[in-house]
C-alpha cells in the first residue's frame, strides 16, 4: 500500500477470518474521557481518567493475543507476552535523541513502542506490521490514547515504499526472520535521510565476524529463522551494506521474565516452553538460547 494512502485505507475489506471480530471489538470501545491524561514515557504505555471505563476490559480482551506492552488503560492492565519495555530500556541512552524526529518502526507489533518513540519526544512514528491482530490493537490503543502522531501500515517493509523520509529507522526481532538478510538491511538503509540513525535488534549468537548459525529446521519453536549471526558478523554485514560508525550497544539473554506466558497471551506457548528443561541455556532444540543485540548505524551523508 502506497504510505499516502495508508490513512484511507478500506478497513472493512480486509479479508481476513478474525477480522470482522476483531473490527467489531474496536466499535465497541468507549469514548475517551475528557479529563483523560496519557503517560507515554513510563514503562506500561498508560491513559488514566478519574472514572473506569464500562465495557473496556471485555473489547480489549477480545483482541487477545497481546505480544507487546505493557499497557494500563483506564485501569485495565495488559499484561502482554513480552515485556517490551525493557528492551526499550537497553536502547535508549545508546540511540540518537529522538526529539522532533521521523520514526520508522519495522515489525512494529501493536506499536508499544511507537508509543515510547512520542513519549521520547519524536514528531511522528511510522510502524510497519503485515499481522491483522496488531493492527487491531494498534487502532483500539491509539483511539484510547487519542493520540494522531502515530500510524501503522498494514505490510511488510517489501511492500512499503522505500524513500529516504526517516530520521530513525528501528528494526527489532525481524533481520533472522528474512532468507536475504542483506536485501532487508538495503531496504532499512533506502527509508533514511542522510545522517539517519539505523536501530537493529536481533538474534545473535557468540563467535566471532565469520560465525553464522543457520537452524536445521526450528529455533526456539519458530520455524522461519534462517540466520543466527553474531554481533560481529553483523556489524560486518552493515560495513558491506554501507552503513558507517556501526556500533554495538548491548547484547542480553532473554529471559522468561521479559517473555513469558500471561492471560492476555492466550492459550499459547511462550520462551519457557522453548528452552530444554534440563539445560534451560539451550533451546529445546539443542541451539544456544535466545540471545539479543542491539547495533546502531548511520546512514553516509
Known amino acids: 500500500m502506497p504510505m499516502e494512502g495508508w490513512r484511507t485505507f478500506d478497513w472493512a475489506a480486509v479479508n481476513h477470518g478474525d ?13 475517551r474521557p475528557v479529563d483523560a491524561v496519557n503517560h507515554l514515557d513510563c514503562p506500561a504505555i498508560t491513559a488514566r481518567a478519574e472514572a473506569p471505563l464500562p465495557g473496556l476490559e471485555d473489547a480489549l480482551r477480545d483482541l487477545i493475543p497481546w505480544r507487546k506492552g505493557p499497557y494500563e488503560l483506564f485501569g485495565v492492565t495488559i499484561d502482554t507476552e513480552w515485556r517490551s519495555d525493557l528492551k526499550w530500556d537497553r536502547l535508549v541512552e545508546h540511540i540518537q535523541p529522538l526529539a522532533g524526529r521521523r520514526v520508522l518502526d ?13 513519549g521520547a519526544g519524536a514528531d511522528f512514528a511510522l510502524g510497519v506490521d503485515p499481522t491483522w491482530v496488531f493492527v487491531a490493537q494498534f487502532h483500539a490503543v491509539a483511539h484510547l490514547l487519542g493520540e494522531t502522531r502515530a500510524g501503522i501500515v ?21 533481520l533472522y526472520h528474512r532468507r536475504d538478510p542483506f536485501t532487508h538491511l538495503g531496504e532499512l538503509k533506502a ?7 539505523l536501530v537493529l535488534e536481533t538474534l545473535v549468537v557468540e563467535g566471532d565476524a565469520t560465525t553464522i548459525l543457520t537452524p536445521a529446521d526450528r ?3 519458530m520455524r522461519n529463522v534462517w540466520f543466527l549471526p553474531s554481533p560481529a558478523a553483523v556489524i560486518g554485514w552493515l560495513k558491506r551494506m554501507g ?4 556500533e554495538l550497544v548491548d547484547v542480553s539473554v532473554t529471559t ?5 506466558r500471561t492471560e492476555w497471551f492466550g492459550d499459547r506457548q511462550s520462551l519457557v516452553d522453548f528452552l530444554d528443561p534440563d539445560d534451560p541455556v539451550r533451546t529445546r ?9 542491539i547495533i546502531t548505524a548511520r546512514c553516509p551523508g
Open 154 to 174: 498494514p505490510t511488510t517493509l517489501e511492500g512499503f515504499p522505500q524513500r529516504p523520509r526517516f530520521d530513525t529507522v528501528f528494526s527489532m526481532g525481524v
Open 219 to 221: 529455533y526456539a519453536g
Open 19 to 31: 477480522w470482522p471480530r476483531w473490527l467489531a471489538a474496536i466499535g465497541r470501545l468507549p469514548e
Open 243 to 246: 552503513f558507517v560508525d556501526p
Open 106 to 118: 519495522i515489525g512494529s507489533g501493536n506499536g508499544y513502542h511507537l508509543w515510547r518513540m512520542l
Open 285 to 293: 532444540e539443542g541451539l544456544p538460547a535466545p540471545r539479543r543485540a
Open 191 to 197: 527509508c533514511l535521510r542522510p545522517g539517519g540513525e
Open 256 to 260: 522468561t521474565e521479559e517473555q513469558h
